[in-house]
């Protein structure tokens, strides 16, 4: 069976974080407020009363935590960009302070050998777009490609590969579907044009990217759909549910359509959202690479309750981590398997944009968190044994921090332990694992072209 160290020579290894989730500073040097700032003001929205204000304090702290990166012999990193640091209110003028925030960063990152991996929006709508109906309005799509153009100019010089959208699927349908993350809309099935309009921004970002000759991916949340039983029922309910998580957002990007959206009781036009033409300005531009944010596979099961065509139910047999998230490592393997096998050759190169799970602080040595990582790599490298070409692997994440509805302290990501009092930092055993684990793949699969130096960067994508 192949394992972790199987995988490609070349393949690039990574960590992930967010801005929201590590930056804080959040009303410095000219930044304006997100629909987080303004969420995570709402009385019972988040566990314990946080916010982001202060998260990791990455803003002031972004070299100690490059010197993390370095230290684990990273290739790539994955962070995003804060679209109200760049323009504060979504639209307009350009605010230099930010801007040079997202400059220093590349520049001490590529110092570092480490090649950036922007994604452009995770999340973090500036405040003022949301005021005037955020994604849920047309005109987002178009202030987004805008944005997109400004932080290319700046950095698309020394940057090659971006990421548009992180998990359109969970910003829909936690933010606007059940209310559960910013900006708290309760919307149900009448919160998909939301959807049709991140992936219309996609779709326009990613021309301009293109135009500037830098790559495009896009980060989906994709999760293995299993029926709880092989009834005709379970089956529908499992395909209704494959098609809102994964199909959604996928198969226009990738085939230029949408799925059949009656099983979900959607109209074709996603309520008059879709207008002629937008699935082209979706799919034209194509895709350099898949980002495929993995987690866990989902158990469903037929309604119970008359108002969603799904019930998701547990994987009792299932170990479960932290956050209760069943934990399958080889759903990951089938995940890309079927990916293959439903976009064929439309499918371009697949990097693991996220893939990790929260521990309980409480346990050490940290055991679960590197069971975790290792089972899935074996999956990966066994998915590419079996043909699914992918080029990457970005773990989430980095270090611990603001873990949206959770707050700060209950689930911990990261490979690096963050005290959210005093700020130090403290590598877990997961880093030093992860660590050895690239040396010892970068010493059994030198990149082409390596004679031995510290690993040479190929092109990602
Ligand atoms: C999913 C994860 C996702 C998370 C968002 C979970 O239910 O399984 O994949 O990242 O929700 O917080
Ligand atoms: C998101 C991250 C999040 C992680 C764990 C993904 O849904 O992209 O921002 O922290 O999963 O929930």
Redesign the pocket.
Known sequence: MPDRYDLPAGFRWGAATAAYQIEGAVAEDGRGPSVWDTFTARPGAIRDGHTGAVACDHYHRYPEDIALMKGLGLDGYRFSIAWSRIQPVGSGPVNPAGLAFYDRLADALLDAGITPLPTLFHWDLPQALEDEGGWLDRDTAYRFAEYAAIVADRLGDRIPAWITLN?PF?HTV?GYAMGVHAPGRTLMFEALPAAHHQLLGHGLAASVLHDRGLEVMLSN?L?PVEPASPSAADTAAAQAYDTLHNRLFTDPVLLGRYPDLSALGVPDDIYGAVRPGDLDLIHAPGLDGLGV????P?RVAAPTDPVLPFDLVDIPDAPHTA?G?PVVPDALRRLLLGLRDTYGTALPPVTITENGCSVAESTAPDQPRIDYLATHLDALAQAVAEGVDVRGYYTWSLLDNFE??EGLFSQRFGLVHVDFETQKRTPRASYAWYRDLIAAHRARRPPVGDHGGGGTPVTSG
């Not at 944010?293 to 866990?296: C, E, Q």
């Open positions: 998990e969970v936690f949340n999760t944010n993995y987690y866990n989902t956050f998230w949206w509805a």
